[in-house]
């Protein structure tokens, strides 16, 4: 069945397949623009949650490393409900925005909370060094980030891991339209229900090779995370 | 000089009290004591890291360097330099001291590897050059030889002789071959009333 789907997955590849690769690009500008979303909103969350004090902090951190566990499936209900209420004017259900606005909140809490778990520590000693050097406040906004570049791009990769493989939120809001809202993950579950499995395992190698070489280009620009 | 005038500084929820404490210009204070008896507790307070009660005269910059150096995500030299950089001060006029001091810490070799992949000696040596580069007031070194083999506390007791006429220098050991060696006055902490 293995060295049966490997031929498959390449075949698929070599086909030209036109849907294929649209499901390939949907997949991708969907996870990446995603990540790259919530990575902005969430170093600013981040770093704000984690340098400040403020009344109910623990409590935020616990509903923020609640959510970076939450599932797929349950988000996706939630914004599902969220668009056919207040969001109607915002989002139509089965569009690519909708899925876009569901990876983006499943990815939010991932890279918020792990700026604020990796940095949490870093940031109370390099701040109290700077400090005794005599750094003013911006020359301590500056060290900050470059001392949590590391971190933003470790929680870059873990972001963009879990949008590129969730499933449940894209096929609750998304739809699984053919040409239209039709991801990897969710082409991988359809073929499988529908009995498919060489074609489902393929698509799957296919996914685990794009994540590889994705994963292989952010390396370069962290390369010791790796080691 | 740093004067403590009746200061309460909280420390493993036992509140230890230091009364009329002065440390003079030109003078290395040696802050020695037990595990836990609050030397490094004492030194963030006079640095003002720490929260305390009472009064700190601290007359001019105070510079802490913690027991485990803490270096920035750059390299040996850009760490060593930092102060200067932020005081938007020329650093071609502190080159002979940086180039001095870093001969006599055998940094030289190593002084454009990233500081955060040196030895934990390294790092120690070039957190200390990065705490005297800019000449503060006051210096204050917690454990400072803990990381340091027998040649590098040589170069460092070396170092602290000849700078000290210009600071006041305050630092917390144990290592009593290193406070024979430098000791001007020495407090023992035990008795949480000093």
């Known amino acids: ?227 | 000089m740093i004067n403590l005038n009746n200061v309460n500084i909280v420390f493993s929820d036992v509140v230890i009290k230091y009364k009329d404490f002065t440390f003079k210009k030109g003078e290395i204070t040696f802050i020695s004591g037990p595990n836990g008896s609050g030397k490094t507790t004492l030194l963030k307070a006079i640095a003002n890291i720490i929260d305390h009660k009472g009064e700190i005269d601290r007359n001019g910059f105070v510079t802490f360097v913690s027991q485990k150096p803490i270096l920035f995500s750059k390299t040996i030299y850009q760490n060593i330099i930092y102060p200067l950089e932020i005081r938007k001060l020329d650093i071609s006029n502190y080159e002979n001291r940086i180039e001095k001091y870093v001969k006599l810490f055998e940094l030289d070799k190593i002084l454009h590897k990233k500081a955060k992949s040196c030895s934990s000696g390294e790092q120690m040596k070039a957190s200390i050059l990065r705490g005297i580069i800019f000449e503060p007031d006051v210096l204050l070194l917690d454990e400072p030889t803990t990381a340091l083999d027998i040649k590098s506390i040589e170069e460092l007791t070396k170092l602290l002789n000849e700078i000290k006429k210009d600071m006041t220098i305050i630092i917390s050991s144990h290592d009593r071959l290193f406070i024979e060696e430098l000791n001007d006055v020495l407090y023992e902490l035990g008795d949480p009333y000093v």
């Open chain 1, 1 to 227: 069945m293995i060295q049966e789907s490997i031929v498959e997955a390449f075949n698929l590849l070599m086909s030209f397949d036109e849907e294929i690769y649209q499901i390939i690009f949907l997949s991708l500008t969907l996870a990446l623009l995603a990540t790259l979303t919530a990575l902005v909103f969430g170093v600013f969350f981040g770093i704000l949650i984690s340098s400040t004090t403020f009344k109910g902090k623990r409590f935020v951190k616990k509903l923020i490393f609640t959510f970076m566990g939450i599932p797929p499936v349950v988000l996706g209900l939630f914004v599902l409900l969220l668009t056919i209420g207040p969001l109607d004017p915002v989002f139509n259900l089965f569009t690519v925005q909708v899925m876009f606005f569901a990876q983006f909140l499943l990815v939010l809490p991932i890279i918020t909370g792990n700026i604020i778990i990796s940095s949490e520590k870093t940031q109370k000693e390099v701040l109290e060094t700077a400090e005794t050097l005599g750094a003013s406040r911006m020359d301590k906004v500056k060290l900050l980030i470059v001392e949590t570049k590391p971190f933003i791009l470790m929680s870059m990769i873990l972001g963009f891991s879990r949008a590129i493989s969730e499933v449940g939120a894209v096929m609750l809001v998304g739809g699984n339209i053919r040409y239209s809202t039709r991801t990897m993950t969710t082409y991988i579950a359809r073929s499988n229900s529908m009995g498919d499995y060489s074609k489902s395992i393929a698509m799957g190698i296919i996914l685990l090779i794009l994540a590889f070489v994705i994963h292989s280009i952010l390396a370069r620009f962290r390369g010791d995370f790796y080691d």
